[in-house]
């Protein structure tokens, strides 16, 4: 056994999370970095200024599939996942980086409609990809890094006891879209659109951050799970109270298709890329924001007082 | 036939570059982008100030292979290939975003070490790792963004007839090393450990930045396909006189093992991460540069006054 436990191990027995967690352990840090990984966005100090940055990797047949979304919506799916990441952190993404890998047989056509369908989405915040790099690979390839401005980040780490937990947008469509598809099903419509291309509350993270938000994350892994994210990074316990949640429709007609309890796609569907955030108890919440649970001293998300017993976040590698 | 050129035909067809400029059409703009895609960097403003950056997409079997080079070398140049590219900006890289696709057998130690050299590289311009995505995948990728400073940022338009073309760092190494590996030989190992793990000039991007340099890129093509990028963005020519260039010892060996010109590593061998750049014919070259050429009017890259006949630079999806 090594120090770090990892002798003989492979990425598959650690997981997504447990790999991150020791990459951690080997990354230094210098003076230009005020906020690190582990947040939302990295937010990077200039000799002048400073930036938020976010990057994922997305993974032909992982994180889409050709026969359920046409290039135009990869394209859109792929750059709404990284401004959202802006978008939680409470700003407003400028600037994007796009890393493209592609069989040789690729036509030509899917990749440009694809940048069509990244650029469409970008320009509902007013950003544009800025570089890239393409390269052959055996399956689709996009690497996405975000950049933009935040005057006040928010972080997942300042909640405290006390506040309120509030989300703006959608939650359980595009996980139920996604349970559809996965089915050989093509609707309900609403499910299965919010699960090729998600609808990001863009203009709500920097009205969150303005409003003095405590905690922000959005919901990726699914609204218990990314709780779970800010009651570790803040030492609190978050309570949701489920009754303040509103089922979509949609969410009601799949889970009743496919005898699964609908709550279930709104407390642990991922990608609805909608934002979750905390804030003071005075004060009130700006429009848009449902108050759905509080803040307390503690450890652990619960649902009406109880420990969720519903599917867990997606995970990778598993 | 549909207006862009594109009807049926993929990406193997039109390659790599082709692609980037169809890609590059579907592209906006805004005002921060003070230099968008098509420099060895973007140069991006913020509400606050600027910052300099660029990506980079590697695929195991194509940009490293597991056998030729350790997990601690592939960090390294995953690292190096970046850093090089705001060098080449004359910018200091201060932040590295990293996105790792792994299948789920590979040890967690080798993802543990490639990040230890990744961060090692970025060590020597003390840079740090703020942030990633990890996933699944078929075959390793790592997708790395660099940013950094770049108070005066030195583009590949500005070179203007009567100037100076200099290189700094060594050229023909990594291509011999390559060819060596390619060969199945592992010796001589100056060429090698070039391919395996290469030395940018990190502190001559920004000597050359504050020398003014009127342009400058970093040697990833090759440099005769580097330096046609410089000709064509400043709209100039650019004779090469080849008594100037300097051929390592090792690349001298490899040329007549393998029975090519050793020249033709130095000229068209790409992934040396060395620096061309041109100056202003008054007032000499910084410390460290060698002359290798200068600027005329006109187009196109020539080597003693006559068109290179030699291999062209590296081109994916061929």
Known sequence: MTANGSNGSTIGDIGEFGLIDQVREQIGHNRHILIGSGDDAAH????????????????????????????????????????SDINAMGGVATALTVGFGAPAD????????????????????????????????????????????APRPVRRSGAVAGDVVAVNG??????????????????????????????PPYAAGPQAARAGATAMTDISDGLVADLGHIAVASGVAIDIDSSALVIPEAVATVGEALGRRAIDFVLAGGDSYALVATFGAEGGLPPGWTRIGEVAEGAGVTVDGEVYDGPTGHQHFR
């Not at 996980?175 to 499910?191: D, I, N, Q, V, Y």
């Open 170 to 199: 959608d939650l359980g469509l595009a996980a139920a879209g996604f349970a559809t598809l996965s089915r050989g099903f093509r609707s309900p419509k609403a499910a299965v659109e919010a699960h090729r291309v998600p609808h």
């Open 44 to 83: 990077i100090s200039t000799n002048d200024g400073s930036y938020v940055v976010s990057t994922d990797l997305l993974v032909e047949g992982r994180h889409f599939r050709r026969d359920w979304s046409t290039a135009n919506d990869v394209g859109r799916k792929a750059a709404a996942s990284n401004l």
């Open 106 to 149: 690729l036509p030509v056509e899917w990749a440009l409609e694809m940048v069509r369908g990244f650029e469409q989405e970008c320009g509902r915040v007013g950003a544009h990809i800025v570089g890239g790099d393409v390269t052959a690979s055996d399956s689709i390839i996009i690497a996405v890094t975000a950049m933009g401005d």
